[in-house]
């Protein structure tokens, strides 16, 4: 089982990316997937979290509107789309898989299968 993460990266305050996460070793079709992001001396909190089939999709507050997260089966990627970035939005971001949509969707200790991480730096 293999979570690759991608596309982080320095950005302007304003500016955008999109991160990937490229799955592989299980039935990616059948998990619910999610992003999460953890600042320094902060616990990792959960960004956003779709379901498999059904694309049902979930938002931490702070960024709704601003971020949308997307799925492609056949690629088995999920993306997680980062327009209007803010400073405080500087994290190692992640992605994660649970094969049963967590009820505590943003509760890293829900999710079985982690990638490596991918670190975003928003700064004027």
């Known amino acids: 089982v293999q979570l690759q993460a991608s596309g982080g990266g320095l950005v302007q305050p304003g500016g955008s990316l999109r991160l990937s996460c490229v799955a592989s070793?299980?039935?990616?079709?059948?998990?619910?997937v999610g992003w999460f992001r953890q600042a320094p001396g902060k616990d990792r909190e959960g960004i956003s979290c779709m379901s498999n089939r059904e694309g049902v999709t979930y938002y931490r507050d702070s960024v709704k509107g601003r971020f949308t997260i997307s799925r492609d089966n056949t690629k088995n990627t999920v993306y997680l789309q980062m327009n209007s970035l803010k400073p405080e939005d500087t994290a190692v971001y992640y992605c994660?898989?649970?094969?049963?949509?967590?009820?505590?969707?943003?509760?890293?200790?829900?999710?079985?299968?982690w990638g490596q991480g991918t670190q975003v730096t928003v700064f004027s």
């Open positions: 070793g299980f039935n990616f079709d059948q998990y619910a």
């Open positions: 994660a898989a649970e094969l049963v949509l967590p009820r505590k969707w943003y509760d890293p200790y829900e999710y079985d299968y």
